[in-house]
Every structure is written in structure tokens, then in C-alpha cells.
């Protein structure tokens, strides 16, 4: 079965989607699902909301409902200054998995246009990627690395892609820092719809199996139910298209996705 491992419900700030209501579009086509609820510890955004939540609280809610189809994980946000408390939240229930991510840089969230003023793209995203290796680095307990093009979600140039040719020592030091770590790279397919995004991908997920790379985790990001499960087969053969395995994470261990 495939896996769509990065899911958001109730328990994480910004989405508002039943457990159940996930599960039920998943069910519709045919695949697994790994909740994985934010955790961007020490943070609280413009609106008011705290990207935290209560892992015993989940766990009781949802360890019922845990089973062949359905893992729970969680979701935390790298900072060098908050990655004892992750490290400590990260082991109060078993999680099944854990993506890592990298939202903020410098202390200000990247989905603010606050981050970008004053930067051009060359600054903005050099930032970017270099505190993304650092924090891979110590943050131990990833099992995955979201979403490496996430800030091209937000970024306000006028084009925003994360080009492999442009930023190359850069993406390098992230895969050399997953690879060394045995994290797994995870294909984010939030953005696989437009066909930029994805031609783009291609040459870091390419040269991540270049220098060692061998697994890929699948994300959606969903955090509505019309979103589960979004690209998912897409992003599966652009894996195999080159010879990545994906995967999914039971009890913290790595587990093989097939059609």
C-alpha cells in the first residue's frame, strides 16, 4: 500500500480536518496515512495560533484508530534554539514517525513576507538551505526531511523555484547531511501539480540518489480532505523513475510503500 505521510487533522493549528473524514478519503483511494500534527515549539504566529499540541491527548484520541492503514507522527519545525524541547516532546509517546522541517530561518517564519524584505532570492534561499543542513545535523531523531522546497510556497519573487543549478553547494550540504544522518528525503506533493515544480525537482532528487540517497518518503501536507492523498501516484513513479525506494515509518521503523 502507498503511504501519504504527512497529514494534518485538528491537533495541528492551521488545519481543521477530522481524523475520520481523513481517513474516509483515504479509504476512497486505496492508500495509508501517517498523521503528522505540527510542532514548531516556542511559537506563536501573527494570528494567534500556537503550532503545538498535547501528544498524550492526541495519542489517546487516535491510538484507537492506529493500525495498518494509519500511523501517528509528528511534524517539528527545526530551530536550533527549541531542539531540546522537540527532542524531549519527540519521545513522550511513541510516534510512529517523525519528519523534521524547516519553517523558520533566522527566527522569523518563512511564510511571512516579513523574512524576504530587504533579501533578494540569493540571500533569502542561501539562508534557507544553510541552516536547513545545520539543524539536520542535531536534530537526531528525524526520520524524514519535509519538504526541502518549501519556501518557494511563499517566497515573493517573481520566480520563486528552487533551482538545483542555482544553489548547489547549498542542496548538496542537505543531502550529504540526510544521507550521513539516514534521514530519508521526503517528495512533498503539495506543489506537483504545476509542471515547473516538478521538471525542478527532478535535479535534486537526482543528484540526492547520485550521492547515496536510496529512500523517499510520499507527503501530501494535507490539511483538508479534498487534499489527502494529492499527487501521490505522481510523486510514487517520479521516485522510481529515479530508482528511489519509497517508504513509510512503522513504530519508528522504515517500511517499504507498493502500488
Known sequence: MIFDSHIHTAFSADSEMKAEEALAAAEKQGVGLVFTEHLDADYTSKEGKVFSFDPEAYWESYSQLRGDNLRLGVEIGMRESTREV?????????????????????????????????????????????????????????????????????????????????????????????????????????????KDALENLMPIYKRYQEMGGRFVTLGSDAHSAEAVGAHLLLAYDFAESLKLTPVTFQQRQMVNCQK
Open 86 to 194: 522537540s527532542a524531549e516532546f519527540s519521545q513522550r509517546v511513541p510516534f510512529d514517525f517523525i519528519i523534521c522541517s524547516q519553517h523558520m530561518v533566522d527566527d522569523m517564519d518563512i511564510y511571512y513576507p516579513d523574512y524576504y524584505e530587504g533579501k533578494d532570492k540569493q540571500t533569502a534561499y542561501h539562508r534557507y538551505l544553510v541552516q536547513m543542513a545545520e539543524n539536520l545535523r542535531t536534530h537526531s531523531f528525524a526520520h524524514a526531511l519535509g519538504h526541502i522546497d518549501y519556501i518557494c510556497r511563499y517566497a515573493p519573487y517573481d520566480d520563486p523555484e528552487l533551482y538545483y543549478r542555482e544553489f548547489a553547494d547549498e542542496i548538496d550540504a542537505v543531502l550529504k547531511t540526510a544521507i550521513d544522518h539516514e534521514v530519508v528525503m521526503e517528495i512533498n506533493t503539495r506543489r506537483l501539480g504545476a
